[in-house]
């Protein structure tokens, strides 16, 4: 009766549902719009051309999907029993056909090597024999193994395509693996997504677990979008609940617009224990995707969305060691602002050239603006105030 009568004392104001459903559909008109609506299906087929100039990145993907008949799309959305790997390579064209930062869809099927992306090899591993045969193979002198853990709203092709990119873009001296977890794609979905997340912790500790156990890696560098950054985190946290800390050779997480409750990642973060590995955030205050979960989540500030220069953030991070950049000043094509870490060439280069090295972002070598450019041309001022693009130690 109470909520009643308040709603009656205020109908200008809505309650925070009808505000979430509203954007939830501003959300899709905006997705559908630019999103994967108009993205072939199938594009998982192998063909056989070839283009001088093409390279060719090889991915290990592990998932909690449910597979499909049909070998063009192999994974589903919906929840599988265990844990299923399998081997694809996948073809970027040359540089002079494409753009740094761009997935570069089929417009039709088959593709064209020399101006989209394809993919041109599929193996099913389907034993841990294999699984670690491959690792064995396409482990780098650096020794270190880069897993990838995509966001909300992600079939199994965009998860493989977008981690291709980032790997072929950041030069990346690793050995790539994608863990993928049951998406539906749609972004009415939203909870099935995050249960799904829940659904697949324990595999992925798995992955993380036998990564980091074998003695020819040396060590393990974990990145993760948006609602993957809850999947990670509560991988490593079941981790250091079961083992009494995070295995020493995952040294850095990279957390890209985390969807993450800010008050839920505080306990979490404590809960990795005094040993937790190196954490570096993306994060962005003009992120739409993340206004939208904010709402669903009762307004409560999401990791990705907060401003580093602000209390208590700012003294928080600052006490627990974390890496911190600021990309709002960013401007990429994303009309959500939720991609800015694959999309931006520099961002990408500084991926690939420092933190998944597990290198610090400054460390007196190279100043803010040579490492991001754009990045700090527009929020010199807060960088100025040690706020905007520091690392906090």
């Known amino acids: 009766m109470k909520l009643i009568a308040k709603a009656s004392e205020s109908p200008r104001k809505p309650c925070a549902l009808h505000q979430a459903t509203r954007l939830v559909v501003v959300l899709s008109l905006c997705i559908g719009a630019t999103g994967c609506a108009g993205l072939p299906k199938g594009v998982l087929a192998p063909v056989q051309a070839t283009v001088p100039g093409a390279s060719q990145v090889n991915l290990l993907v592990a998932t909690t999907r449910a ?22 390579t996948v ?122 156990q074998d003695p020819s890696v040396g060590d393990v560098t974990i990145m993760a979008h948006s609602m993957g950054s809850w999947l990670v985190t509560e991988a490593l946290r079941q981790m250091a609940i079961r083992d009494g800390r995070v295995a020493p050779k995952i040294r850095n997480v990279i957390l890209a617009s985390p969807d993450l409750d800010i008050d839920v990642f505080r306990r979490q973060s404590q809960e990795l224990g005094l040993s937790r590995p190196k954490l570096t955030l993306f994060v962005s205050q003009d992120d739409q995707a993340l206004s ?66 597990g290198q610090t972002i400054t460390d007196g070598k190279i100043g803010v603006g040579e490492q991001l450019g754009i990045v700090t041309a527009g929020a010199s001022q807060t960088v100025r105030s040690a706020a905007s693009l520091f690392s906090l130690r």
């Not at 699984?131 to 482990?139: D, E, I, S, T």
């Not at 700012?314 to 800015?340: F, I, M, Q, Y």
């Open 67 to 88: 597979p499909v008949s049909d070998p063009a799309v192999l994974f589903s959305g919906e929840r599988g029993q265990g844990l299923r790997s399998t081997e694809i």
């Open 292 to 357: 939208v979960s904010r709402h669903i989540g009762g307004d409560v500030d999401r990791l990705g969305q907060i401003n580093p220069a602000a209390e208590p953030y700012r003294s928080e991070l600052e006490k627990a060691g974390v890496t911190v950049l600021d990309l709002t000043a960013l401007k990429s094509g994303d009309p959500l602002n939720h991609g800015k870490f694959a999309e931006s060439p520099e961002v990408v280069k500084l991926l690939g050239e420092r933190l998944v090295a």
């Open 91 to 212: 073809s970027i064209p040359p540089a002079e056909n494409r753009q740094v930062g761009q997935v570069q869809w089929p417009k039709s099927l088959p593709p064209d090597p020399a101006t989209e992306f394809a993919t041109t090899n599929v193996r099913d591993l389907s034993d841990l024999g294999e699984v670690r045969g491959w690792l064995k193979q396409h482990l780098p002198r650096s020794r270190r193994v880069l897993v990838f853990v995509h966001g909300f709203n992600n079939r199994y092709e965009d998860a493989v395509y977008r981690f291709a990119q980032i790997v072929h873009d950041s030069h990346a001296d690793v050995a790539p693996i994608l863990f993928t977890w049951p998406s539906r794609a749609s972004v009415l979905d939203y909870a099935y997504d995050r249960e799904s997340t829940n659904y697949s912790r324990t595999q992925l500790e798995e992955v993380l677990r036998r990564a980091a």
